[in-house]
């Protein structure tokens, strides 16, 4: 008789069970950029308005929303009673108010034109394109901030598929909202930038629906912190946490005016939104490592688990592109589903393997910060993103210096090579006498 198969441990099964749902959110998430290319694509005047979804609107909407993208991480980590549920929910509250102040300033005044005529450097056509799908964009900031912000008490409370499901109702409005910019003839960057807004208001309405039952019941039941979180201590914990993103982002106007000045400017920014989304399918998934380990890192026995479960993700999600890229399917993502030409395609496509690697770094990246999340030692995060941000902008430098790449491949190897630098960094801080167990070790 044959031998029974031996069922995974426990924990990794919880771990799994954990990770399934938000992986699945960021999935979701990752096709909203490409079904909006992909409609983008087909309208009239494709590649300016792809240049101007890819090139200025989301790198300026990015480094808007910088300061709240992980008031997740901090939810999950700190809201553990109803005081620090309120004190978070206040933070949240004023980041989104500053938040939309900053974008409609610059979408709405000459500002628009220092920075995207000036600093970025885009075609004026592009320039032109943009600037309404960018006003069109003015919720997405607080809305991004108050979602994120509910989906961490969800996560904290064994509620990840509830993220899971939001992120599946905020596609579905993307949907609808393109179908009824296409039938109205809208600009091609005003379909894309009205649905994008539309899902993430419906996605954070939808959080605040299913956060009301963890409000009401076990956060209104759980004891109060010891020692309970005053502003100090949050400030103490997130400020360098909000910085790392905020570093980060700052890159993406400077990865814009780069491509503007080399090789094949206009198809370099066109392609960078599309192959960005490819990308976001693969590399997203990862990113919810950090969540799944401060949830459950403080369980006993559970760092190795987490180190088990990070390595095979990291294989896999790498495994996957590898085998999407080595065959046509790249081909027919970038030319019959994107609807690019089929020479911006191929030049597409032909960057693709430079960023092989990125997905598994993502993952082992984001399981190496959840641990020093855990740890209360954010400043660690901030500085792998400096790391990131030299590394990115010395190759980009070199790139525009140089005069001879097109731009595209430039800014993936950028992109690999920053990537990198910051996971190894974030192994390097959390080998340092850890007071905790550890993923890395």
Same mark, same amino acid.
């Given at each position: 008789?044959?031998?029974?198969?031996?069922?995974?441990?426990?924990?990794?099964?919880?771990?799994?069970? *954990?990770?399934?749902?938000?992986?699945?959110?960021?999935?979701?998430?990752?096709?909203?950029?490409?079904?909006?290319?992909?409609?983008?694509?087909?309208?009239?005047?494709?590649?300016?308005?792809?240049?101007?979804?890819?090139?200025?609107?989301?790198?300026?909407?990015?480094?808007?929303?910088?300061?709240?993208?992980?008031?997740?991480?901090?939810?999950?980590?700190?809201?553990? =009673?109803?005081?620090?549920?309120?004190?978070?929910?206040?933070?949240?509250?004023?980041?989104?108010?500053?938040?939309?102040?900053?974008?409609?300033?610059?979408?709405?005044?000459?500002?628009?034109?220092?920075?995207?005529?000036?600093?970025?450097?885009?075609?004026?056509?592009?320039?032109?394109?943009?600037?309404?799908?960018?006003?069109?964009?003015?919720?997405?900031?607080?809305?991004?901030?108050?979602?994120?912000?509910?989906?961490?008490?969800?996560?904290?409370?064994?509620?990840?598929?509830?993220?899971?499901?939001?992120?599946?109702?905020?596609?579905?409005?993307?949907?609808?909202?393109?179908?009824? #910019?296409?039938?109205? #003839?809208?600009?091609?960057?005003?379909?894309?930038?009205?649905?994008?807004?539309?899902?993430?208001?419906?996605? *954070?309405?939808?959080?605040?629906?299913?956060?009301?039952?963890?409000?009401?019941?076990?956060?209104?039941?759980?004891?109060?912190?010891?020692?309970?979180?005053?502003?100090?201590?949050?400030?103490?914990?997130?400020?360098?946490?909000?910085?790392?993103?905020?570093?980060?982002?700052?890159?993406?106007?400077?990865?814009?005016?780069?491509?503007?000045?080399?090789?094949?400017?206009? =198809?370099?920014?066109?392609?960078?939104?599309?192959?960005?989304?490819?990308?976001?399918?693969?590399?997203?998934?990862?990113?919810?490592?950090?969540?799944?380990?401060?949830?459950?890192?403080?369980?006993?026995?559970?760092?190795?688990?987490?180190?088990?479960?990070?390595?095979?993700?990291?294989?896999?999600?790498?495994?996957?592109?590898?085998?999407?890229?080595?065959?046509?399917? =790249? *081909?027919?993502?970038?030319?019959?589903?994107?609807?690019?030409?089929?020479?911006?395609?191929?030049?597409?496509?032909?960057?693709?393997?430079?960023?092989?690697?990125?997905?598994?770094?993502?993952?082992?990246?984001?399981?190496?910060?959840?641990?020093?999340?855990?740890?209360?030692?954010?400043?660690?995060?901030?500085?792998?993103?400096?790391?990131?941000?030299?590394?990115?902008?010395?190759?980009?430098?070199?790139?525009?210096?140089?005069?001879?790449?097109?731009?595209?491949?430039?800014?993936?190897?950028?992109?690999? *090579?920053?990537?990198?630098?910051?996971?190894?960094?974030?192994?390097?801080?959390?080998?340092?006498?850890?007071?905790?167990?550890?993923?890395?070790?």
């Amino acid at each position: 008789m044959d031998s029974p198969v031996p069922s995974p441990p426990p924990l990794l099964t919880e771990v799994l069970s *954990a990770w399934a749902p938000l992986a699945l959110a960021w999935f979701l998430m990752g096709l909203e950029l490409p079904l909006a290319a992909a409609v983008i694509a087909r309208l009239p005047d494709p590649v300016v308005n792809l240049a101007a979804l890819g090139g200025v609107i989301f790198p300026l909407a990015f480094v808007v929303e910088a300061p709240i993208i992980l008031l997740l991480t901090a939810a999950n980590a700190l809201c553990g =009673d109803i005081p620090s549920y309120r004190l978070v929910r206040r933070f949240t509250v004023v980041a989104s108010g500053v938040l939309v102040t900053v974008h409609l300033t610059i979408a709405a005044t000459p500002v628009y034109s220092l920075v995207v005529d000036g600093l970025l450097g885009v075609p004026p056509e592009v320039s032109v394109a943009a600037r309404p799908g960018l006003l069109l964009m003015l919720p997405f900031a607080p809305a991004i901030a108050w979602r994120r912000f509910q989906q961490g008490v969800l996560v904290r409370f064994g509620r990840s598929r509830a993220v899971g499901a939001g992120t599946a109702v905020r596609l579905l409005a993307d949907v609808v909202v393109l179908v009824l #910019g296409v039938r109205a #003839g809208l600009p091609g960057v005003m379909v894309g930038t009205a649905a994008i807004a539309t899902g993430v208001v419906v996605e *954070a309405i939808y959080a605040s629906t299913r956060v009301r039952s963890v409000v009401r019941g076990p956060l209104t039941a759980a004891p109060p912190a010891d020692p309970p979180l005053t502003w100090r201590a949050f400030r103490a914990f997130y400020v360098p946490l909000m910085l790392s993103p905020m570093i980060a982002l700052a890159g993406a106007p400077l990865v814009s005016a780069a491509l503007a000045r080399m090789p094949r400017a206009l =198809d370099s920014l066109a392609a960078w939104s599309v192959v960005m989304g490819f990308l976001f399918l693969f590399r997203g998934p990862g990113i919810a490592a950090a969540e799944v380990v401060v949830a459950l890192l403080p369980r006993p026995g559970a760092a190795a688990s987490l180190r088990r479960f990070s390595w095979i993700a990291a294989g896999g999600l790498s495994g996957m592109f590898l085998a999407v890229i080595a065959t046509p399917l =790249d *081909a027919i993502w970038m030319s019959k589903i994107s609807g690019l030409t089929p020479a911006l395609g191929a030049f597409a496509c032909a960057a693709l393997p430079w960023l092989v690697a990125v997905p598994g770094l993502t993952v082992l990246q984001n399981a190496v910060q959840g641990v020093l999340v855990h740890r209360r030692r954010t400043r660690a995060v901030t500085e792998s993103v400096a790391a990131f941000l030299v590394v990115n902008l010395a190759l980009l430098g070199l790139g525009v210096f140089a005069a001879r790449w097109a731009g595209l491949p430039v800014g993936l190897i950028a992109l690999a *090579a920053g990537t990198l630098a910051q996971a190894a960094w974030l192994g390097l801080r959390a080998r340092e006498r850890p007071p905790t167990p550890a993923l890395a070790g």
